[in-house]
């Protein structure tokens, strides 16, 4: 026990990496866990677990559910800068984000539940309220799980390399974690049973799913310490708004992201692929298996490479070349895999094995580059908050972290929308199960083409603004630098003052 609280209570970055370094892996450990009660939320309410829930399983109509998905998703983003603006002006003797931290799982992990329980038979009004009340729901309550999460991230350290790590480490937990609940769906649907009795096997998982959001968030909570310094008066909505504004590289990336909506299609689709186009719902867990390794891959390499790079990592270098690779693997998919997916036929045909491997391969392929940038991505995030600390002298995590919040609740929920508006214009015939039928061509290319050419397009538009982001390693390490002279500055002003007017009294 001793060894283990040794290192427990050791730094997770033991060299000279000259920057300030503060984490222990008691805390990153906690941090971690907290990332994977997400990583429990996300997955259980993820586009391929809903839409094929609420269109299949549910029997809500596709345009009915693509316009749930679209308004809910558009209530859900708008209300992400009204998260981070209460973020920014909380105060209290827990921080400025761990008391939404306490609370809103539990919240987020009711309407998770809620949603896969109990409304399969019920008319179809009643199921397009309660699928509606519970979406909603669940977006107002993980946007207040989710802001306070990414910015303490934000504040839980002053070093880049060291968030690198974090992210690292967060990402794997993540994976981990949340893969429980998918987990179950698949082994589930491998059995007879529940290929023709879909629902229950989704309801278990998202109670599964649940009570593991309420116990992994609580280490965040009461391990994790808030260490970034904040100006003692609240700031203004007004403050908060004008703050994101003059923020040039926070509005690239939110650009970026907002390309990366096309990207994100694919996930939309994964159980249609393995059922009506693969011809088999036991193939779910194969498309699972190959998107696996990669958050492990990028969480273990990433922070290597930042910290072997040191002050010459050039994080746009880096995120751009993983949108080349991602963009070239994408299109090699479409030109190898075509041809035998398009032409099958699902209900009476097996696909062959070697198309199933090369769809793995290609998955994999892209998914490793698509992780790479994801975790670029959360620092460059991260150096936005300090940049505008740099510039103004304020420091909003919150408002900042809600605009990147904001672009990808809507890139989710938009996705959703266009894969599903697609599959309804493209004539996708729905089933109440997940034994395939005959659909038309103009199905099948619609499908193939949400996990490859429509994903291509979107990493080829994210080049552009990502251009134009202007913060390099050496720019970061200049800008802390001169934050930390500012606040050490303040410090001895504040002293100053106090010194002078116990004198006078």
Same mark, same amino acid.
């Given at each position: 026990? $001793?060894?283990?609280?040794?290192?427990?209570?050791?730094?997770?970055?033991?060299?000279?990496?000259?920057?300030?370094?503060?984490?222990? =892996?008691?805390?990153?450990?906690?941090?971690?866990?907290?990332?994977?009660?997400?990583?429990?939320?996300?997955? +259980?309410?993820?586009?391929?677990?809903?839409?094929?829930?609420?269109?299949?399983?549910?029997?809500?109509?596709?345009?009915? #559910?693509?316009?749930? *998905?679209?308004?809910?998703?558009? =209530?859900? @983003?708008?209300?992400?800068?009204?998260?981070?603006?209460?973020?920014?002006?909380?105060?209290?003797?827990?921080?400025?984000?761990?008391?939404?931290?306490?609370?809103?799982?539990?919240?987020?992990?009711? !309407?998770?539940?809620?949603? !896969? #329980?109990?409304?399969?038979?019920?008319?179809?009004?009643?199921?397009?309220?309660? $699928?509606?009340?519970?979406?909603?729901? =669940?977006?107002?309550?993980?946007? @207040?799980?989710?802001?306070?999460?990414?910015?303490?991230?934000?504040?839980?350290?002053?070093?880049?390399?060291?968030?690198?790590?974090?992210?690292?480490?967060?990402?794997?937990?993540?994976?981990?974690?949340?893969?429980?609940?998918?987990?179950?769906?698949?082994?589930?649907? +491998?059995?007879?049973?529940?290929?023709?009795?879909?629902?229950? $096997?989704?309801?278990?998982?998202?109670?599964?799913?649940?009570?593991?959001?309420?116990?992994?968030? *609580?280490?965040?909570?009461?391990?994790?310490?808030?260490?970034?310094?904040?100006?003692?008066?609240?700031?203004? #909505?007004?403050?908060? !708004?004008?703050?994101?504004?003059?923020?040039?590289?926070?509005?690239?990336?939110?650009?970026?992201?907002?390309?990366?909506?096309?990207?994100?299609?694919?996930?939309?689709?994964?159980?249609?692929?393995?059922?009506?186009?693969?011809?088999?719902?036991?193939?779910?867990?194969?498309?699972?298996?190959?998107?696996?390794?990669?958050?492990?891959?990028?969480?273990?390499?990433?922070?290597?490479?930042?910290?072997?790079?040191?002050?010459?990592?050039?994080?746009?270098?880096?995120? *751009?070349?993983?949108?080349?690779? @991602?963009?070239?693997?994408?299109?090699?998919?479409?030109?190898?895999?075509?041809?035998?997916?398009?032409?099958?036929?699902?209900?009476?045909?097996?696909?062959?094995?070697?198309?199933?491997?090369?769809?793995?391969?290609?998955?994999?392929?892209?998914?490793?580059?698509?992780?790479?940038?994801?975790? &670029?991505?959360?620092? +460059?995030?991260?150096?936005?908050?300090?940049?505008?600390? =740099?510039?103004?002298?304020?420091?909003?995590?919150?408002?900042?972290?809600?605009?990147?919040?904001?672009?990808?609740?809507?890139?989710?929920?938009?996705?959703? $929308?266009?894969?599903?508006?697609?599959?309804?214009?493209?004539?996708?015939?729905?089933?109440?199960?997940?034994?395939?039928?005959?659909?038309?061509?103009?199905?099948?290319? @619609?499908?193939?083409?949400?996990?490859?050419?429509?994903?291509?397009?979107?990493?080829?538009?994210? &080049?552009?603004?990502?251009?134009? !982001?202007?913060?390099?390693?050496?720019?970061?390490?200049? +800008?802390?630098?001169?934050?930390?002279?500012? *606040?050490?500055?303040?410090?001895?002003?504040?002293?100053?003052?106090?010194?002078?007017?116990?004198?006078?009294?």
């Amino acid at each position: 026990m $001793a060894r283990i609280k040794e290192l427990l209570d050791s730094k997770i970055i033991k060299s000279d990496v000259g920057e300030e370094t503060v984490l222990t =892996w008691r805390e990153t450990i906690s941090y971690a866990l907290g990332r994977g009660a997400q990583g429990l939320s996300t997955a +259980m309410m993820s586009s391929k677990n809903i839409n094929y829930f609420m269109t299949n399983l549910m029997g809500i109509p596709l345009e009915i #559910v693509s316009n749930i *998905r679209f308004w809910c998703g558009i =209530w859900d @983003a708008f209300n992400d800068p009204i998260m981070g603006v209460l973020v920014d002006k909380t105060n209290t003797a827990d921080g400025k984000m761990r008391p939404y931290i306490r609370i809103a799982p539990i919240v987020s992990a009711f !309407f998770t539940v809620m949603l !896969f #329980v109990g409304q399969t038979g019920f008319p179809d009004i009643v199921k397009i309220i309660w $699928a509606t009340i519970a979406m909603i729901g =669940w977006d107002m309550s993980y946007t @207040a799980f989710d802001i306070p999460m990414g910015a303490l991230a934000f504040s839980i350290t002053p070093s880049g390399i060291e968030r690198t790590k974090l992210y690292g480490i967060s990402s794997i937990f993540r994976a981990v974690i949340g893969a429980m609940p998918q987990v179950f769906v698949i082994v589930a649907l +491998m059995i007879p049973y529940f290929k023709e009795n879909t629902a229950p $096997a989704y309801t278990v998982a998202a109670i599964v799913a649940g009570i593991g959001m309420i116990l992994f968030s *609580r280490p965040t909570y009461r391990v994790c310490q808030e260490r970034a310094s904040y100006s003692e008066n609240e700031p203004t #909505v007004k403050q908060c !708004f004008q703050l994101l504004i003059q923020n040039k590289p926070l509005f690239m990336l939110f650009l970026a992201n907002m390309a990366f909506l096309l990207v994100t299609v694919q996930s939309a689709v994964t159980t249609y692929i393995a059922v009506d186009l693969m011809g088999n719902s036991s193939y779910i867990g194969a498309l699972e298996v190959a998107v696996a390794p990669a958050p492990f891959i990028a969480g273990i390499f990433v922070p290597k490479l930042v910290e072997k790079l040191g002050p010459k990592a050039d994080f746009v270098k880096i995120y *751009r070349a993983c949108c080349l690779i @991602a963009a070239a693997m994408n299109l090699l998919f479409f030109v190898t895999c075509a041809k035998p997916l398009l032409t099958l036929d699902a209900v009476n045909e097996k696909l062959s094995i070697w198309v199933v491997v090369l769809m793995i391969i290609f998955i994999a392929g892209y998914t490793i580059p698509l992780e790479f940038k994801n975790l &670029l991505g959360k620092e +460059m995030e991260a150096e936005t908050v300090d940049y505008i600390e =740099w510039k103004t002298g304020e420091r909003a995590e919150g408002i900042m972290l809600s605009l990147m919040s904001f672009t990808g609740k809507l890139t989710n929920s938009a996705s959703s $929308a266009i894969a599903l508006f697609v599959l309804g214009i493209c004539n996708y015939v729905t089933h109440d199960d997940a034994i395939p039928v005959a659909q038309p061509l103009s199905a099948k290319i @619609a499908l193939f083409s949400c996990i490859t050419l429509i994903p291509m397009v979107g990493y080829l538009l994210m &080049l552009i603004p990502i251009k134009f !982001f202007g913060i390099t390693k050496e720019k970061h390490t200049e +800008m802390l630098k001169e934050i930390q002279a500012r *606040r050490k500055s303040d410090i001895q002003s504040d002293e100053t003052e106090i010194e002078v007017e116990e004198q006078n009294a």
